[in-house]
Nanobody, 122 residues
Framework: QVQLVESGGGLVQAGGSLRLSCAAS????????MGWFRQAPGKEREFVAR????????YYADSVKGRFTISRDNAKVTVTLQMNRLKPEDTAVYYC???????????????WGQGTQVTVSS
């Protein structure tokens, strides 16, 4: 069982930065692919980024590539999403997620956090 708790959301002006953190509990964390998704009002939840269990492999949605960076610290059992050059279209509730494989993360996610709001003003 993995429990995920996000923090770090807030209000920022366009061009600014925010850092989201996800604190995980549960033994499977270190073997799980971790990722971030987001859901804007009136839209479906969409994939943002993922990182392999050992941090050696990352993958990003085209919309955030070059602006967002995902990282993890297995010793501290945390996953971080550094978001730079934020745009109004990045406004959404951001969710931390875990999957036993990258495929399960993206298509049959095993665990979700409760979400944290990110609002980017123009």
């Amino acid at each position: 069982q993995v429990q995920l708790v996000e923090s770090g959301g807030g209000l920022v002006q366009a061009g600014g930065s925010l850092r989201l953190s996800c604190a995980a509990s549960g033994d499977p964390f270190r073997t799980y692919t971790m990722g971030w998704f987001r859901q804007a009002p009136g839209k479906e939840r969409e994939f943002v980024a993922r990182i392999s269990h050992d941090g050696s492999d990352t993958y990003y949605a085209d919309s955030v590539k070059g602006r967002f960076t995902i990282s993890r610290d297995n010793a501290k059992v945390t996953v971080t999403l550094q978001m730079n050059r934020l745009k109004p279209e990045d406004t959404a509730v951001y969710y931390c997620a875990a999957g036993s494989t990258w495929y399960r993360l993206q298509y049959a996610t095993d665990y979700w956090g409760q979400g944290t709001q990110v609002t980017v003003s123009s």
